[in-house]
């Protein structure tokens, strides 16, 4: 097999999927502490909604109007879920407002793509993305956005942090918890918006849990779990990648199933050992 075939058709997807990747893992970190898994879903599905709203309009995939649609209804859904979170007064649990919302987002994709040329191909291009075709410009771009989403990150990890470990303590404390997850949402939706118009809605998911619970089994730190997470993140990729060429597969799709073989890997291990998972 030739090494320099190899790396003129995977060096980008390669770099997207081991440079854009961590972030999503940090981001699923929180949403595993918070339990409310299938929150990167639902905006990961509105996102595709709004793209979805933008061919409708008469745009293409790749306008800049088009993200920004996209990114607009992804922000209404962040609003609505930091509203819910910080609503201390709630008799139907967040996971159910936020599963009502990714069903409803999927029927409406489907019901607008429906109304679009080729709606059948865009559907199937929003959930599985395209990720063996991205550029050095697709890359160059995200990992300026995501470097300066993780500097926001770090900057106020104890804050997102203390509002997903113990948010009665942070109510108990005074901080404007509604604006603080309004801020961790909106930078969230920006993360998905940008990563699933490359990688599509099932790989934006895998990314961001399946290596979250991979991590939440084996280690208790956030840097423990970060550590774990990207390492899993990373050879899912790896393995996904390779498959995908060898064996002519679609990529996400390849790379979405390796997360899952790891996570099944890591539950026997964690079986063996008797690590009691958190």
């Known amino acids: 097999m030739d090494f320099a075939v190899i790396w003129a058709v ?37 996102a595709a909604l709004g793209t979805s709203v933008a061919l409708l309009i008469g745009y ?29 007064r709630r008799a139907v649990p967040q996971e159910a407002i936020i599963g009502i919302t990714f069903v409803v987002a999927a029927a409406a994709v489907i019901l607008v793509l429906s109304r679009v040329a080729g709606g059948k191909e865009e559907l199937e291009h929003l959930l599985t993305g395209d990720i063996l075709n991205v550029t050095a410009a697709d890359v160059g771009q995200r990992i300026l956005l995501f470097g300066a989403l993780a500097a926001l990150y770090g900057a106020f990890h104890r804050r997102f942090a203390l509002i997903s470990e113990d948010p009665d303590r942070a109510f108990a404390e005074g901080m404007r918890v509604r604006l603080w997850d309004f801020l961790f949402y909106a930078a969230f939706a920006l993360v998905v918006v940008s990563f699933v118009r490359v990688a599509g809605v099932l790989l934006t998911f895998a990314y961001l849990i399946v290596p979250a619970v991979c991590a939440a089994t084996l280690r208790r730190s956030w840097m423990g779990r970060l550590v774990v997470g990207w390492l899993v993140a990373g050879a899912a990729s790896l393995i996904g990648l390779y498959a995908s060429f060898t064996l002519d597969l679609p990529t996400g799709a390849a790379i979405v199933c390796a997360c899952g073989l790891l996570l099944v890997a890591v539950g026997v291990y964690a079986a063996v050992r008797k690590i009691e998972v958190e």
């Not at 081991?18 to 999503?24: G, N």
């Not at 940090?26 to 409310?36: A, S, T």
């Not at 293409?60 to 201390?88: K, M, Q």
């Open 10 to 46: 995977m060096k980008w997807p390669l770099a997207a999927s081991l440079a854009l990747p961590p972030l999503l893992v940090y981001l699923g970190i929180h949403v595993v502490k918070r339990e409310v898994i299938f929150v990167d879903l639902a905006l990961a599905q509105l």
């Open 60 to 88: 293409h995939f790749d306008d800049r109007a088009t993200f920004w649609i996209s990114l607009g209804v992804t922000f209404l859904g962040a609003a609505l879920f930091s509203w819910l979170r910080s609503s201390r």
